[in-house]
């Protein structure tokens, strides 16, 4: 079994647009908040109560939290293929070579194939799908038929690797 990864990548979702949306939602509430139990006038015309209120604006951080924690990380070894895409997986998959009937970098259609980003999966045959930018990714199909696409932001590099391995 190889021991040093001949590939590894980490990525987070970067998209300067997720953030804009994610503060955006949490402004008005920590607005609100400060507002109404700071200020102690109440925050709309049919204000929440302060318990509410603190605790939807601490449900709506903690979503900004998991984003912001969420990573999907690869590592290719000679024999197999690690991924993980904590925290939403904890344990990591791992897929050996000789389950794989195919290995192949394309170019795909996130939101098209996959309604997204993120842990997806496609309901139009284009299987299971973790990636959290682009439109880069290693697709796999294992020899029973089932799917598997990685995202990546290092094509070229994943590419010499393969070819290195003969999976290319």
């Keep these: 079994m190889g021991l040093v990864?001949?590939?590894e990548e980490r990525q987070r979702f970067t998209q300067w647009w997720l953030w804009?949306?994610?503060?955006?939602?949490n402004l008005p509430?920590?607005?609100?908040?400060?507002?109404?139990?700071?200020?102690?006038?109440p925050f709309g015309d049919k204000p929440m109560s302060d318990k509410g209120l603190l605790l939807t604006g601490g449900l709506l951080w903690l979503v900004v939290i998991l984003f912001f924690s969420l990573k999907l990380e690869t590592r290719i070894y000679e024999d197999r293929i690690e991924v993980r895409f904590f925290p939403l997986q904890l344990k990591t998959n791992v897929y050996y070579w000789d389950d794989?009937?195919?290995?192949?970098l394309r170019t795909y259609a996130p939101l098209k194939e996959?309604?997204?980003w993120g842990l997806r999966c496609s309901f139009c045959g284009y299987g299971k799908a973790l990636?959290?930018?682009g439109n880069q990714g290693l697709q796999l199909v294992f020899k029973d038929g089932k799917k598997l696409l990685i995202g990546t932001g290092k094509q070229e590099v994943l590419a010499y690797v393969l070819e290195q391995i003969k999976k290319g």
């Design 131 to 133: 990636n959290v930018s």
């Design 20 to 25: 804009v949306l994610l503060t955006a939602v």
């Design 114 to 116: 996959y309604g997204g």
């Design 5 to 7: 990864a001949l590939f």
């Design 29 to 41: 509430f920590l607005y609100g908040i400060f507002q109404q139990i700071i200020m102690g006038v």
């Design 100 to 104: 794989i009937a195919s290995a192949e």
